[in-house]
Nanobody, 126 residues
Framework: QVQLVESGGGLVQPGDSLRLSCALSGRTFSRHTVGWFRQVPGKEREFVAAIRFNGGITWYGDQVKGRLTISRDNTKNTVDLQMNNLKAEDTAAYYC???????????????????WGQGTQVTVSS
């Protein structure tokens, strides 16, 4: 059974940095894609970033490009999201998701992912 567990969320001030981590277990992920999404109450889940385990290809949402970096550790089966220069509008619940067979054009589509973690809250406030 595939499981994803997020960690690293918290309350920070504008301009601070935060590192989220997603731990995956349950199968081999070498050919899979892991994405990070975020959601605020009343809005749809928004794509943040994604990475393909095999080769490390990355994608970023336009609203976070240049401030966030996604990375993976193939030996530990973890995917991290380093977030710098955080803004109030980054406040959301952050979720990681995994897909075993996703085409490039669907990377930003949350419905293309098969498994999800429970989420971790990030709050940016002064």
């Amino acid at each position: 059974q595939v499981q994803l567990v997020e960690s690293g969320g918290g309350l920070v001030q504008p301009g601070d940095s935060l590192r989220l981590s997603c731990a995956l277990s349950g199968r081999t992920f070498s050919r899979h894609t892991v994405g990070w999404f975020r959601q605020v109450p009343g809005k749809e889940r928004e794509f943040v970033a994604a990475i393909r385990f095999n080769g490390g290809i990355t994608w970023y949402g336009d609203q976070v490009k240049g401030r966030l970096t996604i990375s993976r550790d193939n030996t530990k089966n973890t995917v991290d999201l380093q977030m710098n220069n955080l803004k109030a509008e980054d406040t959301a619940a952050y979720y990681c998701a995994e897909s075993g067979g996703i085409i490039t054009s669907e990377v930003r589509n949350p419905r293309a992912y098969d498994y999800w973690g429970q989420g971790t809250q990030v709050t940016v406030s002064s």
